[in-house]
Structures are given as structure tokens and as C-alpha cells.
T-cell receptor, first 113, second 116 residues
Framework: ETGVTQSPTHLIKTRGQQVTLRCSSQ?????VSWYQQALGQGPQFIFQ???????GRGNFPPRFSGLQFPNYSSELNVNALELDDSALYLC????????????FGQGTRLTVV | DQQVKQNSPSLSVQEGRISILNCDYT??????FLWYKKYPAEGPTFLIS?????DKNEDGRFTVFLNKSAKHLSLHIVPSQPGDSAVYFC???????????????FGTGTQLKVEL
């Protein structure tokens, strides 16, 4: 059984650019959540996808968007990158949307310069 | 507005002793609480959880206590081992059974160092 994998592991982008981060959920998990962890902070909930539909969103602007595919893998897209978007982006999958035990990937470290 | 707070950024204990990590929350709607452990360059790993209808949950060396009236929970690790050295995050969720379960609100974390 494979765990949650994220790609790429590190990324450097220029302010104003767009970025796509990818996540493969754990086998059998239909729910994926994305979190942003700034330096010295705890992870902050961005949004969640359940069976390809957005199922809740945190306090993030619309330039943060996502997708979930039929195989339950997911993408996080960020447009018009700002310096404050520099953070570790974590993907977490869970068996169902009511299951609290979320399994996290290792994260993608995004640096915006 | 920090709804989940971990006021101790770091904690150092000796091997074999008890580690107590604390967490406070402000939102009375939280109905499920979790602790995650994070090593450098890895994602957080689920450790233990507790429902708001309970006041204690135990799993091996790890015990979580919940005091709803004080809006406070704590994680006890006994005995502490060097491999427990990591950042510990407290997290909470609302409406677990209706789909809110894994929309987690995290604290800022406590760095635990277990010394030989």
C-alpha cells in the first residue's frame, strides 16, 4: 500500500507566476485536503476535495484553486504568486470525508522570489 | 485569530521521564482533537485522537487528556524516548460525522527534545 506522495519536493518560482503542485492520495482514500505551512506556524487548511468536488475551503483567496481526478489524485494551483506564498504545502488524504485520521505527504517546499 | 494554541514552542525532557505537551482552544464547536508528530523533511504523522465526549484516551506510551470546561488538552508521553524528539502539533475539527472531520485547525507546534 503506497502512502501519500507529492511532487515536486522543492520549487522556486518568481512573483506573478503560476504553480501547480500534485498529490497522489493513499490507495482507497477518496478525500484529499491541502494545507499551507508557513515557517514557524502550524499547517493551515486551504481546501478539501471529496469525490472530485470541493468540500470546504479555508480562508484563502480564489487564486488558490484545486482539482481532484477520478483516481482521487489532486492538484493545487496558485496563480499570481506572491512572496507570502512561500511555504510548505502539504497534501493529506483520508478514507472518507468524515474520517479524521488524515495521512500526510512529505510536502512541497515552494519558494517565491 | 488563533483558535488552537500551543503556548510552549519548545520542551526539553530527560529520557525515561514524562513529557507533557499542552494545547488550548477557543472554539467550543470543536468536537474532535488530534495530535500529530512531525520530523524534519517529513509530513505530519497521526499520533492519537480524542472525541469531545471523552476525557481521556490512551495508546501505549501516549495519553491524551481533554478538559472541555477549560478548553484544554494535553498529551502525555511516558516514558519519553530519544526517538520522540520531534515537533508535536495539536489539531481540532468540527462536525466530524458530517464531513468536517479532516478539515483540521492546527496549533503552531511544540518542539520536543528528549535528552539522554
Amino acid at each position: 500500500e503506497t502512502g501519500v506522495t507529492q511532487s515536486p519536493t522543492h520549487l522556486i518560482k518568481t512573483r506573478g507566476q503560476q504553480v501547480t503542485l500534485r498529490c497522489s492520495s493513499q490507495s482507497g482514500h477518496n478525500t484529499v485536503s491541502w494545507y499551507q505551512q508557513a515557517l514557524g506556524q502550524g499547517p493551515q487548511f486551504i481546501f478539501q476535495y471529496y469525490r472530485e468536488e470541493e468540500n470546504g475551503r479555508g480562508n484563502f483567496p480564489p487564486r488558490f484553486s484545486g482539482l481532484q481526478f477520478p483516481n482521487y489524485s489532486s492538484e493545487l494551483n496558485v496563480n499570481a504568486l506572491e512572496l507570502d506564498d512561500s511555504a510548505l504545502y502539504l497534501c493529506a488524504s483520508s478514507l472518507t470525508r468524515s474520517n479524521t485520521e488524515a495521512f500526510f505527504g512529505q510536502g512541497t517546499r515552494l519558494t517565491v522570489v | 485569530d488563533q483558535q488552537v494554541k500551543q503556548n510552549s514552542p519548545s520542551l526539553s525532557v530527560q529520557e525515561g521521564r514524562i513529557s507533557i505537551l499542552n494545547c488550548d482552544y477557543t472554539n467550543s464547536m470543536f468536537d474532535y482533537f488530534l495530535w500529530y508528530k512531525k520530523y524534519p523533511a517529513e509530513g505530519p504523522t497521526f499520533l492519537i485522537s480524542i472525541s469531545s465526549i471523552k476525557d481521556k484516551n490512551e495508546d501505549g506510551r501516549f495519553t491524551v487528556f481533554l478538559n472541555k470546561s477549560a478548553k484544554h488538552l494535553s498529551l502525555h508521553i511516558v516514558p519519553s524516548q530519544p526517538g520522540d524528539s520531534a515537533v508535536y502539533f495539536c489539531a481540532a475539527s468540527i462536525n466530524r460525522l458530517t464531513g468536517g472531520g479532516n478539515k483540521l485547525t492546527f496549533g503552531t507546534g511544540t518542539q520536543l527534545k528528549v535528552e539522554l
